[in-house]
């Protein structure tokens, strides 16, 4: 079955270390998403991707970057860890076909920067 | 700014009963609307939309109702089971740049 994994699923970092989340999907989706989840806050966009080579900031994208150089693969890294960014990260994917709107997460990774 | 707000951080429902969840929003170039379930250490899933043209939508034991006038939209579970303990969020989509902005998520506990 066609998917969308995160690794690691949690990680414990401390402040000023770079940190590479991985996700990878199956689908052969165009369009990927990042999202980090805060209580009171829902799910905030960081970094989206419409395709190979594409990338964009979106509403917290200070200390983040994301790179886009396959179909599958959107990485997400933290340049410089600060504790601000503890958090529960989420990728998402979309093919532009389906229902407007609808995206496919996979299970996120829990962040801790001490 | 909070575009879209749920202001009930968890809701409380017998098994059997109706569950509504409420959703407002503040901006008018919202194009659809969303709700999307999540189950702890899962994912959200997409549970049901509706676009802004329209003021239902049913799909089950789900049904979506959108208010444009008072900018308010909801979610009604009937009748309401276990499984459906999770946290909902309401999302719109921007017709400009096909976007979702979030709500903090409602809590929702059906008790036996």
Redesign the interface.
């Known amino acids: 079955d066609a998917e ?1 994994t995160q690794s690691p699923r949690h990680k414990i970092t401390e402040t000023g270390r770079q940190v590479t989340l991985a996700c990878h999907q199956t689908w052969n989706h165009n369009n990927m998403f990042w999202y980090r989840q805060d209580l ?6 960081i970094h ?1 991707s419409y395709g190979v080579q594409d990338t964009n900031k ?1 509403e917290v994208s200070d200390g983040y970057s994301v790179s886009r150089s396959n179909t599958e693969d959107l990485p997400l890294t933290l340049e410089s860890a600060a504790s601000s960014q503890t958090s529960v990260y ?1 990728c ?1 994917s979309s093919d ?1 076909r389906g ?10 990774s829990r962040l801790t920067v001490l | 700014d909070q575009q ?1 707000k ?1 202001n009930s951080p968890s809701l409380s429902v017998q098994e059997g009963r109706i569950s509504i969840l409420n959703c407002d929003y503040t901006n008018s170039m919202f ?2 609307f ?1 709700w999307y379930k999540k189950y702890p ?6 549970l049901i ?1 509706i ?1 802004s043209i329209k003021d239902k939508n049913e799909d089950g034991r789900f049904t979506v109702f959108l208010n444009k006038s008072a900018k308010h939209l909801s979610l009604h579970i009937v009748p309401s089971q276990p499984g459906d303990s999770a946290v909902y ?1 309401c ?1 719109a ?1 921007m017709d400009s740049n ?3 902005i ?4 409602t809590k929702l506990i059906i008790k036996p």
Do not use: C, M, N
């Not at chain 1, 009171?40 to 966009?45: I, M, S, T």
């Not at chain 2, 250490?41 to 997409?46: N, S, V």
């Not at chain 2, 979030?102 to 998520?105: F, L, Q």
């Open positions: 969308i009171g806050h829902g799910l905030r966009l989206y979106g989420f998402a532009g229902k407007p709107g609808e995206l496919f997460f996979g299970e996120g | 879209v749920q194009d659809y969303l250490a899962e994912g959200p899933t997409f939309s676009s969020f999302a989509r096909y976007q979702l979030w709500g903090a998520g």
